[in-house]
């Protein structure tokens, strides 16, 4: 066991890159299955006749398949319809159509649990459907939905790391090179690789709590 | 956020995704000889995993090995000194997803050239033969692969063809595949298996740096390896077959083999062309 | 689509297998070690609380697959043998029963004190209040959290295809690697994952409705 070695600079450098790589595709993704988880969750609720129901069976579907599935049907799959992604376009891709599905259900969760009364008043002062959804509904569904939400982010980050198997260079894969190279840095890199997860995952915890005492308030 | 607000967020992660969509496919189907030409820049595949053939070094974040050279002595020869090289890399898995997707140019991936594949993308001639066989640990009871009886396990690379041929020579055997050769490796040292199986000369390059482990036994078979383009790019597959057969001609092509196995023991250069 | 199902029917049926048995040993194991943990967490011993703490805070933040590689990788080379099957499972387990902890701990911290002190009040130790009283009324709570991360573990076992683990989704890499027909493996791989986890997910959504009255 070479703990010296193991934590050189250039080994830190690189697993560093890893992590920058798992941030980057993290960060995209969550962005963007929040807006879409969002959408999704209202139009699940809404009850529109055939779409929520379709929309539905969709999330549904999404849900229960394994994330690996979903990864290498976009990366090994899409390109039998002529949809060729590159490996961080589509580990961002699959990332977020799980995730999306994942998030819907928490938005559809915290919007019903919003008395309806909100909802009839909110129309009944003239507004429309999506604006009372956005202005009066979402707000206060918000309070309950945060943490949810926060832990499913911290569940999208570390799932980041099955995007190893299509070779996105993020921590996992980098930690794998290098101790792939030298057996002797094995449980240095591992524990120096759940540390930096750990680490990144924690932080984003702690800052669900700090909401979650927010909005209590 | 207000109702127009939303719609053109949505419009533009969707401009977005359908750029992404068609981005791939252009570049895929273009005639790629063209394109290299145009746009002064190329993409091969390569491995990043195994010493002496395609390896990344951490330090400096560069890919070293025999056929990380040939793809750019390749790449001179064909198109110019002003060309950017780029090097993308691939796993036994990987390497035939990332060369449907346009995602690169050409494979130079330690790709054993066999009619299923042939089926799928267009191969250059043999640059290569190396020959399939294991390696086991020093000291290890098993010295050839008909010795891995029943209550054996041996570790292959998924997507490889080694797999299926190690499961004639040891039918008896219990074949685990991993997804590249690094966990392969890991995975034998843990003493996940008895054996690990692949392509001589990706073996070489494991034991090169691993003096505990050794190969056992003669290869088993015969393994070509052809440089692997998509179907439909006969001009860069020309191309290459014709920079190929000058660089043997006129020597270069065995400098490179000397220079990267040169080293190992009993390496006959007329063995491998 | 069909002929490669008629073809590998074998390997199809082996791998949902081994998803199945692996799910049942880690859904088995992570109740109980969460149950153990969850306990500690809320036990007024001071080093259970923190051993408990720091268990869940540890395993709750770090990637299944890490945790996974651990058992396959570094565990066989410095301590005992330990098949990918095995390494998968245990990896499983000790995942998710990080989660288990948490919701377990939710839904006996939500029965009211009142509970607790009448009970006592009423004679019983610790643990009687706890398994007569306190339970029955917190497993309501539970069970649609619990649901939840159940169809989770089911479908985090594909992990077992980074460790040859001989489940689903090591036999759907396998398969559509030697016959390059990746899409129609992949549906019928993904259609197998529905047969095993939409039936849990309708059961999950009939609990839920009928314990939220």
Avoid at chain 2, 219 to 231: H, Q
Wanted: hydrophobic share 50%; glycine share 6%.
């Amino acid at each position: 066991m070479d703990w010296f070695g193991a934590y050189s600079w250039i080994n830190m450098r690189y697993l560093l890159q890893g992590l920058l790589v798992t941030i980057q595709v993290s960060v995209i993704s969550i962005i963007l299955s929040f807006i879409i988880g969002a959408v999704l969750g209202v139009v699940r609720y809404s009850k529109i006749k055939y779409v929520s129901a379709i929309v539905g069976f969709i999330i549904d579907l999404v849900r229960n398949l394994p994330l690996l599935l979903i990864i290498f049907f976009t990366y090994f799959g899409l390109p039998t319809f002529g949809i060729r992604l590159d490996i961080m376009v589509a580990a961002i891709t699959a990332l977020t159509v799980f995730e999306s599905a994942m998030c819907a259900e928490i938005f559809r969760s915290g919007i019903k649990a919003v008395s309806p009364g909100q909802m009839e008043a909110a129309r009944a002062n003239g507004m429309t459907y999506v604006q009372a959804m956005f202005h009066v509904v979402f707000p206060q569904a918000m309070k309950l939905m945060i943490p949810p939400l926060l832990s499913q982010f911290v569940s999208l980050v570390k799932d980041t790391s099955l995007a190893t198997i299509i070779v996105l260079p993020e921590m996992l894969y980098h930690a794998q090179n290098i101790y792939g190279q030298n057996t002797n840095y094995l449980i240095p890199i591992f524990v120096a690789l759940a540390g930096m997860y750990w680490v990144v995952c924690f932080s984003l915890s702690l800052l669900a709590k700090f909401f979650d005492k927010r909005m209590s308030a | 956020m207000k109702k127009s607000k939303l719609l053109t967020l949505i419009t533009l992660i969707m401009a977005t995704a359908l750029l992404a969509v068609g981005c791939g496919k252009s570049v895929a189907d273009k005639n790629i000889s063209t394109r290299v030409e145009e746009e002064k820049s190329i993409t091969w595949g390569v491995k990043s995993d195994l010493r002496l053939v395609g390896l990344l070094n951490i330090k400096d974040n560069k890919l070293e090995g025999f056929e990380v050279d040939l793809a750019k002595a390749l790449t001179k020869r064909m198109y110019g000194d002003d060309v950017k090289v780029n090097f993308v890399p691939v796993t036994s898995n990987t390497r035939m997803a990332l060369l449907k997707n346009g995602n690169i140019d050409a494979l130079v991936a330690t790709m054993t050239i066999l009619p299923e594949r042939k089926k799928v993308v267009d191969f250059s001639d043999s640059y290569f033969t190396a020959g399939q066989t294991i390696i086991v640990k020093k000291g290890s009871k098993i010295t050839n692969p008909q010795e891995l009886v029943a209550g054996t396990k041996v570790i292959g690379l998924q997507g490889s063809n080694s797999v299926q041929n190690i499961k004639k020579v040891a039918p008896l055997s219990q074949v685990l595949e991993l997804p590249d050769a690094a966990q392969a490796f890991s995975a034998l040292q843990s003493g996940q298996a008895d054996a690990m199986t692949s392509d001589n000369v990706m073996l070489y390059g494991l034991v090169s740096d691993n003096p505990n482990y050794q190969l056992a036994g003669k290869p088993f078979t015969t393994e070509e390896y052809g440089i692997a383009v998509n179907k439909g790019q006969k001009d860069i597959l020309n191309k290459i077959n014709k920079t190929l057969a000058a660089m043997k001609k006129d020597g270069s092509y065995n400098k490179l083999l000397l220079k990267w196995f040169g080293q190992i023991p009993g390496f006959k250069v007329g063995d491998v062309q | 689509m069909i002929e490669i199902f008629q073809t590998y029917t074998a390997e199809f049926m082996q791998g949902m297998g081994m998803t199945i048995f692996s799910s049942l040993l880690a859904f088995a194991g992570s109740i109980i070690l969460g149950l153990v943990c969850a306990l500690f967490e809320i036990s007024p011993i001071k080093p259970l609380k923190i051993i408990g703490t720091v268990y869940v805070e540890i395993f709750r933040n770090i990637p299944l697959l890490v945790v996974t590689m651990f058992f396959y990788i570094v565990i066989p080379k410095y301590v005992m043998p330990m098949s990918g099957f095995s390494a998968g499972t245990i990896g499983l387990t000790i995942y998710t029963s990080a989660f288990f902890a948490e919701v377990i701990k939710a839904g006996i911290n939500s029965v009211p004190t009142g509970q607790w002190e009448a009970a006592r009040s009423n004679g019983m130790t610790y643990l009687q209040a706890m398994h007569h009283i306190v339970f029955p009324q917190a497993v309501r709570i539970i069970i649609p959290p619990l649901g939840n991360q159940t169809i989770t573990l089911v479908k985090n076992s594909s992990v077992l295809a980074f460790v040859a683990g001989f489940d689903l989704m090591y036999q759907a890499n396998q398969i559509s690697s030697i016959t390059f027909q990746q899409v129609p493996t992949y549906f019928i791989v993904g259609i197998l994952y529905l047969i095993i986890t939409m039936p849990l997910s309708y059961l999950m959504r009939h609990l839920e409705n009928k314990l939220e009255v």
